[in-house]
């Protein structure tokens, strides 16, 4: 018998931006939700509970920034950290995904140079998905 389904919000996380969009293990489909524009590290977390209040997920997903070459970055320990107080506050569990090269996917999916990191975190989710089928 599978697994029952599970919701997950994933956050392409940035120092002024944060990309969130949601998907569940029953459809492997993941959509850009919001973007998220706090100024202070308060308004980041009640921005976050108040989605994760709406939606209910299961888990979550933080895209990881890497080098081109597979390699740890400045960018990477910020988001270990954005994900380990993710995971301490709200007690989910959480799962780091290698974002390399999902901007550009996310600019490609939108045919412009618009806000992209919903679409990036859509991007970053649908490849965890992937390997969950």
Known sequence: MPDAARTLL???????????AIGNTLTHLARPLTILQPVTRLERFAQIE???????PNALV???PLTLAG???YASLRCRRFANQLQGRYGLEVYLVDE?????EAQDILANNDDD???AAAV???RW???QK
């Open 129 to 131: 998905l992937d390997t």
């Open 124 to 126: 970053i989710l649908q």
């Open 10 to 20: 994933c956050f392409d996380y940035g120092l002024k931006k944060i990309g969130v």
């Open 100 to 104: 390399r090269g999902s901007s550009l």
């Open 117 to 119: 990191d919903a679409v």
């Open 62 to 64: 933080v895209g990881l």
């Open 71 to 73: 390699e740890e970055q």
């Open 50 to 56: 108040a989605l994760l209040h709406e939606w209910q």
